[in-house]
């Protein structure tokens, strides 16, 4: 006897994706202030630890300050998402991580929380709108424009 095969349900979207873009909007925006915050206080720390050194100068805070950053976020982002329902977090998680530093360089040069806060959140939250198929060629749009911009703050 063999039993039926069915095929798999169709993977529904949820009616408003709003709720869940603005979460992961917040989470971009907290995440990117307390980066550069710690990275700002980490820097500042090993330049006072280094002042009295002429040559090449690292302490523990300038060396652990990128891997902290990016585990703390990765495991933020990763417990958000899933709260959230944001799927696939695979592809969502990783360009978000990866390809934050350039916004967030670009928004440094400016010295203003806000600036960051905000920036953190568009790129997080657009990148989190690409999760459902209705809106990933407008999120991705947002994305590289706001990767361009960057890029022309940050060469321009």
């Given at each position: 006897m063999t039993t039926p095969r069915t095929e798999p349900e169709p993977r529904t979207e949820p009616r408003s994706v709003l709720p869940r873009v603005l979460g992961a909007a917040v989470t971009g925006a907290v995440l990117a202030t307390g980066a550069r915050a710690y990275l700002s206080w980490a820097g500042q720390r090993s330049?006072?630890?280094c002042r009295t050194t002429d040559t090449l100068c690292f302490t523990g805070?300038?060396?652990?300050?990128l891997p902290l950053v990016f585990t703390v976020s990765l495991t933020v982002?990763?417990?958000?998402y899933k709260r959230l329902g944001i799927r696939p977090r695979l592809a969502v998680v990783p360009p978000t991580l990866v390809l934050a530093p350039i916004p967030l360089a670009a928004t440094d040069t400016t010295a203003v929380w806000w600036a960051v806060a905000l920036v953190g959140g568009a790129w997080s939250s657009s990148f989190a709108l690409a999760a459902w198929s209705r809106y990933q060629i407008p999120a991705l749009a947002a994305s590289a424009v706001?990767?361009?911009a960057s890029l022309v703050v940050l060469y321009g």
């Open positions: 330049d006072r630890l805070w300038n060396l652990t300050a982002l990763l417990v958000v706001l990767l361009l």
